[in-house]
């Protein structure tokens, strides 16, 4: 069993499920992972993380004293799940404050480009008539299309949720 896994399960076992997922479901879910089993470790005593759940789960008092220890640390563990996303900030920065208007604008560029393209397909599979046998792949693309496309640049522009709105702000008393 990974590192995550395991996270995940201990995670399951404590009720910290829907905490700990969000980060867990991250890209740097690895970092994350690897925290919860150093908390865990430290709390049981167990060197071997594979029986971190099973220490766990035969014990109310160690389970207690992991969510606290868990909770204890939920700005750091913030932090290292949003580590990636500092890079793409300072990129971001970075090309803010260059001359080159192209640099400055390629996002805006780029989300008009697949936000017209999108509009573009929508429309033509509504009225134009499909092949037959191509039905499933013009429903793939739309998906693709609305759910990553759309989806990624209205979460870019305007934030994913309530829940990445309380992480940021998490991260941001962090640092101060």
Do not use: H
């Not at 829907?18 to 150093?38: F, M, P, T």
């Not at 996303?85 to 640099?103: I, K, M």
């Not at 999108?118 to 134009?128: D, E, G, K, M, P």
């Amino acid at each position: 069993m990974g590192p995550i896994a395991i996270a995940v399960g201990l995670a399951k076992l404590t009720g910290l499920d829907e905490k700990l997922g969000n980060w867990l479901s991250g890209s740097n879910a690895a970092g994350v992972a690897d925290k919860v089993i150093d908390i865990a470790k430290t709390v049981t005593g167990t060197k071997d993380p594979a029986n971190l759940v099973d220490a766990l789960s035969s014990n109310d008092t160690l389970q207690t004293q992991f969510r606290l220890a868990v909770l204890n640390k939920e700005q750091e563990l913030a932090t290292i799940a949003l580590q990636n996303v500092q890079g793409a900030r300072q990129l971001q920065q970075a090309a803010l404050e260059q001359d080159d208007r192209v640099a400055k604008r390629f996002i805006y560029y780029f989300s008009w480009f697949w936000a017209i393209a999108t509009s573009l397909y929508i429309a033509a599979i509504t009225f134009v008539d499909i092949p037959d046998g191509s039905e499933r792949f013009a429903d793939t693309i739309l998906g693709f299309l609305l759910g990553t496309t759309l989806g990624a640049i209205l979460n870019f522009f305007y934030g994913s949720s309530q829940g990445s709105k309380s992480k940021t702000d998490l991260i941001g008393r962090y640092k101060q």
